[in-house]
T-cell receptor, first 114, second 112 residues
Framework: DAGITQSPRHKVTETGTPVTLRCHQTENHRYMYWYRQDPGHGLRLIHYSYGVKDTDKGEVSDGYSVSRSKTEDFLLTLESATSSQTSVYFC?????????????FGSGTQLSVL | GENVEQHPSTLSVQEGDSAVIKCTYS??????FPWYKQELGKRPQLIID?????GEKKDQRIAVTLNKTAKHFSLHITETQPEDSAVYFC???????????FGGGTRLMVKP
């Protein structure tokens, strides 16, 4: 799919192990976002980035860290995965700067923590 | 912070009927309200959005209405088709630069 790719698409891991999810964009957008999707909760923002090395927390940031060393890559790390972090993770980019409008989502990563 | 509630959680309609999904929000200062559609196993995609200075917006078979006084907004789909079957999410944003707060989603099933 054009513009944004996530890897891996599926991941099974064990409690206590570190996990890193990658989001790669080819659109040169400044803003990138990580969301998690859980039944009944819609999409909840974990962290976002507004430039290289510039990141901030979202509403459910506990247990997660992010890094952005290049415009095109935004990494989400679970330092020590827990079962409550089993979820579908979506990366998103915005074509309208930091307005949070017109979000374009990646295909998602299904993460299972056993 | 903002709180968005979405109803119903599931909705089943016959092909050709209309479907209405309603969302309420808590922060009267919210000014941007998008709707996303997510087909099974796919990514969420923006289908329509509305700003607080507009009461209604239409795009072919879909429309969104906003009632600022009551703090609710609704998605209307007319002449539903099987390909409208999906999960629909509403969202609200307090101000440019603030995060979107999503509703819990509505699973719409259109029966042929």
């Amino acid at each position: 799919d054009a513009g944004i790719t996530q890897s891996p698409r599926h991941k099974v891991t064990e409690t206590g192990t570190p996990v890193t999810l990658r989001c790669h964009q080819t659109e040169n957008h400044r803003y990138m976002y990580w969301y998690r999707q859980d039944p009944g909760h819609g999409l909840r923002l974990i962290h976002y980035s507004y430039g290289v090395k510039d990141t901030d927390k979202g509403e459910v940031s506990d247990g997660y860290s992010v890094s952005r060393s290049k415009t095109e890559d935004f990494l989400l790390t679970l330092e020590s995965a827990t079962s409550s972090q089993t979820s579908v993770y979506f990366c998103a980019i915005s074509s309208d700067g930091g307005t949070n409008e017109k979000l374009f989502f990646g295909s998602g990563t299904q993460l299972s923590v056993l | 912070g903002e709180n968005v509630e979405q109803h119903p959680s599931t909705l089943s309609v016959q092909e050709g009927d209309s479907a209405v999904i309603k969302c309420t929000y808590s922060d009267s200062a919210s000014n941007y309200f998008p709707w996303y559609k997510q087909e099974l196993g796919k990514r969420p995609q923006l289908i329509i959005d509305i700003r607080s200075n507009v009461g209604e917006k239409k795009d072919q078979r879909i429309a969104v209405t906003l009632n600022k006084t009551a703090k609710h907004f609704s998605l209307h789909i007319t002449e539903t088709q099987p390909e409208d079957s999906a999960v629909y999410f509403c969202a609200a944003r307090y101000n440019a630069g603030n995060m979107l707060t999503f509703g819990g989603g509505t699973r719409l099933m259109v029966k042929p």
